[in-house]
């Protein structure tokens, strides 16, 4: 089955500096990668998403790369705040029957922003 | 539009109790899950549900049974809770027609002594 590796486990960063969070995935048919944000004591949110027929992606401050060879995907936050602050998961989607595959998470990053 | 709901928020077990945690939807989605989610370990998938009718097990489904109970419900039992299953507990939904997104319940913070 799938497995989805996420590096840094923490990350802290200046205020107005880059951050930069990676993933690696076990299965190549998965097709689908969500970038979720969780604030404290909140639910997941999604922030933004990428498929497999996309090498990247951006959303004003926010971009996601996707390298399927190698199997890894990155989140990339520019001018970071304070309100960035918070944990982030990526996940992937094994493309399972009608779409409907499992969606399996890394195991988080902790964004501190700095004043 | 209340988008996807979890009842308890709270809840504290004694070892060997049993439990229900429920999960409905709203949006008319295919696919509904069960995650746990612990410090260090991320979102672990414990069960799934592709379709009313149909379920599958995640990456941790020891000790957990399932019941997808029509299209926006989707429940989890614990039918002999232990210390090792206090977690913090997420359902989420997603239309499941295409690579779209999880809508995530509130959760529920289990805790069994």
């Known amino acids: 089955g799938e497995n989805v590796e996420q590096h840094p486990s923490t990350l802290s960063v200046q205020e107005g500096d880059s951050a930069v969070i990676k993933c690696t995935y076990s299965d190549s048919a998965s097709n689908y990668f969500p970038w979720y944000k969780q604030e404290l004591g909140k639910r997941p949110q999604l922030i933004i998403d990428i498929r497999s027929n996309v090498g990247e992606k951006k959303d004003q401050r926010i971009a996601v790369t996707l390298n399927k060879t190698a199997k890894h995907f990155s989140l990339h936050i520019t001018e970071t705040q304070p309100e960035d602050s918070a944990v982030y998961f990526c996940a992937a989607k094994s493309k399972g029957s009608s779409n409907t595959g499992k969606l399996i998470f890394g195991q988080g990053t902790t964004l501190q922003v700095k004043p | 539009n209340a988008g996807v709901t979890q009842t308890p928020k709270f809840q504290v077990l004694k070892t060997g109790q049993s439990m229900t945690l429920q999960c409905a939807q709203d949006?008319?989605?295919?696919?509904m899950y069960w995650y746990r989610q612990d410090p260090g370990m991320g979102l672990r998938l414990i069960y799934y549900s592709a379709s009313e009718g149909t379920t599958d097990k995640g990456e941790v489904p020891n000790g957990y049974n399932v019941s997808r109970l029509n299209k926006r419900e989707f429940s989890l039992r614990l039918e002999s809770a232990a210390p090792s299953q206090t977690s913090v507990y997420f359902c989420?939904?997603?239309?499941?027609?295409?690579?779209?997104?999880?809508?995530f319940g509130q959760g529920t913070r289990l805790t069994v002594v």
């Open positions: 989420a939904s997603r239309a499941g027609t295409a690579n779209t997104e999880a809508f």
């Open positions: 949006m008319n989605h295919n696919s």
